[in-house]
């Protein structure tokens, strides 16, 4: 019974190495992207930023230029096309698209490339572009890097609140892209919202908002004494008011501030202290 059993078992073991055609399975060898599949995601503001795309490498090539020449359009990676999502409206170099996944594609030129949102998002490489399907397109100017990238990367820079910088880099070159968000209105909003509640007021972090965003300065100024007189020894409120009167022009004022706060700064023994001493020391020296 034992031997019935064993050939048995041989016999299925075979079969399953066996093809349709009676040859043997050539067996399965797993090696590495040529072009390995990258995903960025990236938060500006309230938006988030998702960017799926494969990254060829130079390997001693002349890519762009070359085998991807200038003047046609571009997959802006490998494989696949580009993608790119936006979870709310963007604008991208001053001209706003809609929230929504789309094809990113690049026209290369010596001087000058063109960068694309096409509404088509899945599609392998270009071959099937079509530009009736753009979004948008914009202009936009390379910029010389002074060490050469060996890997296709895009990236997202110079975060701010409410704007960023898409980068496309490799080789010698950078091609950036602005991008701008609504995060004013959001917040401006409810900062309202909280100030016409009942209880207890954001005053502090009102203030510091309309402070950084070059809002009303004059109702900003009025929250930060709102929030100081809540806490009067808040050496980093006091610095903040030392940078809004200096924005509002205010110098003797703002130098009469930093100070103050470097008095309060002094009593401190938190890590902070070497921190906020520096920032009103050169808040000081920017100001005289």
Avoid at 12 to 30: E, M, N, R, T
Avoid at 69 to 98: C, D, H, M
Avoid at 245 to 250: E, F
């Amino acid at each position: 019974m034992k031997t019935r059993l064993f050939r048995s078992a041989l016999v299925l073991a075979s079969a399953l190495v066996v093809s349709s055609s009676g040859l043997a399975q050539a067996p399965q060898i797993d090696v590495p992207a040529a072009s390995p599949a990258c995903t960025l995601k990236q938060r500006v503001g309230f938006t988030d930023i998702e960017i799926n795309y494969s990254r060829p490498g130079l390997k001693g090539r002349v890519v762009v230029g070359n085998i991807d020449p200038y003047g046609q359009v571009w997959r802006a990676g490998a494989n696949a096309a580009t993608q790119i999502t936006f979870s709310t409206p963007v604008k991208l170099n001053g001209t706003e698209i809609p929230a929504g996944t789309y094809g990113l594609f690049a026209i290369p030129g010596r001087e000058e490339w063109t960068v694309i949102i096409n509404k088509t998002a899945k599609q392998w490489g270009a071959y099937k572009y079509d530009s009736k399907d753009d979004v948008l397109r914009v202009k936009v100017a390379p910029v010389a890097l002074t060490q050469p990238v060996e890997t296709f990367t895009i990236d997202v820079n110079d975060i701010r609140d409410d704007s960023a910088t898409l980068d496309l880099i490799w080789a010698d070159w950078r091609v950036p892209v602005k991008i701008t968000v609504d995060v004013t209105a959001k917040v401006v909003a409810q900062i309202d919202a909280a100030m016409a509640a009942d209880g207890k007021k954001p005053y502090g972090e009102a203030a510091m908002f309309y402070l950084n965003h070059d809002l009303d300065l004059k109702k900003a100024a009025g929250w930060m004494d709102a929030a100081l007189a809540e806490q009067p020894n808040a050496f980093w409120l006091v610095y903040h008011k030392a940078r809004l009167l200096a924005k509002m022009g205010d110098k003797a004022g703002a130098i009469a501030a930093a100070k103050a706060s470097i008095d309060l700064v002094a009593k401190s023994t938190g890590p902070e202290k070497g921190e906020y001493t520096r920032l009103n020391e050169a808040l000081i020296a920017s100001l005289q």
